[in-house]
């Protein structure tokens, strides 16, 4: 099982890029420039803005505190662990790639700009109610949030040019909330858990956990709203960005 855990994240990331990169080859091969480069400084700016932003906004806005495992299952850690780096290193690639990748590239082409960048926002948000099922409140609470983290990654793409820079924020967020282990029970399968006090689901964050909660709605849209003021005191305009091309 934790063998399992390890191999099929790559297995399933490399069949991911594998099939996207034949399909672009032989549907729109001009939009595909996807190759490696370090991510821009302003990407780091904003990655580091939303660490920031969001260890804040947990801090006043979601009450608890910070408990030891009360008995480490060192198996079950070793998997949490192996799961971990999945979110931050795999998860963010595949997701960039599908939504600021090739369905912003195509709503952009069709559409526009703003449609690109609100209907891949729209739909990353509702890719995650496909998470398991959901009593209406806490589906509501993925929608709005998905939407809004799905927003900034969006307008990271549009104003630095690159997926790299939407992988860099995305992976940093994911490696934040997977670390903190925020819930209402303590936890056995990380070295502590982030205890929540309250049962409000605005607070927790409902059956998807802390990161549809209300801490982290206010840091995407804020850091939504920093990443795009930087950009247009450089100048930057929508009717600039060209998001008709994956790179």
Same mark, same amino acid.
Do not use: C, D
């Given at each position: 099982m934790l063998l399992h855990d390890l191999y099929y994240p790559w297995v399933y990331l490399t069949v991911f890029y594998g099939l996207l990169t034949l399909l672009n080859r032989h549907c729109w091969p001009a939009n595909w420039h996807f190759t490696w480069h370090f991510p821009p400084?302003?990407?780091?700016?904003i990655a580091g803005s939303l660490a920031v932003i969001w260890s804040l906004a947990i801090w006043l806005l979601t009450p608890g505190h910070f408990i030891a495992a009360p008995a480490l299952n060192f198996f079950?850690?070793?998997?949490t662990l192996a799961g971990f780096i999945t979110a931050v290193l795999v998860?963010?690639?595949?997701?960039?790639?599908?939504?600021?990748?090739?369905?912003?590239?195509?709503?952009?082409?069709?559409? %526009?700009?703003?449609? %690109?960048?609100?209907?891949?926002?729209?739909?990353?948000?509702?890719?995650?109610l496909l998470n398991g099922r959901f009593q209406w409140q806490s589906a509501l609470l993925i929608l709005l949030a998905g939407t809004a983290i799905g927003?900034?990654?969006a307008l990271v793409r549009a104003t630095t040019g690159t997926l790299w820079a939407s992988y860099l924020v995305h992976a940093?967020?994911? /490696?934040?909330?997977?670390?903190?282990?925020?819930?209402?029970t303590p936890a056995n399968d990380w070295p502590w858990t982030y205890l929540l006090t309250s049962h409000s689901l605005l607070l927790t964050g409902g059956e998807y956990g802390i990161n549809t909660a209300l801490a982290s709605l206010f840091t995407y849209l804020?850091?939504?709203?920093?990443?795009? /003021?930087?950009?247009?005191?450089?100048?930057?305009?929508?009717?600039?960005?060209?998001?008709?091309?994956?790179?």
């Open positions: 400084r302003a990407a780091w700016g079950e850690f070793a998997r998860t963010p690639l595949i997701e960039e790639l599908a939504f600021r990748g090739v369905i912003l590239a195509r709503l952009s082409a069709n559409y %526009g700009a703003r449609v %690109g960048l609100w209907g891949s926002a729209l739909l990353f948000g509702a890719s995650h927003l900034l990654l940093t967020f994911n /490696g934040l909330t997977s670390l903190l282990m925020a819930q209402v804020l850091t939504a709203g920093l990443a795009f /003021g930087r950009a247009k005191r450089h100048g930057w305009t929508l009717a600039q960005a060209e998001l008709t091309r994956i790179q």
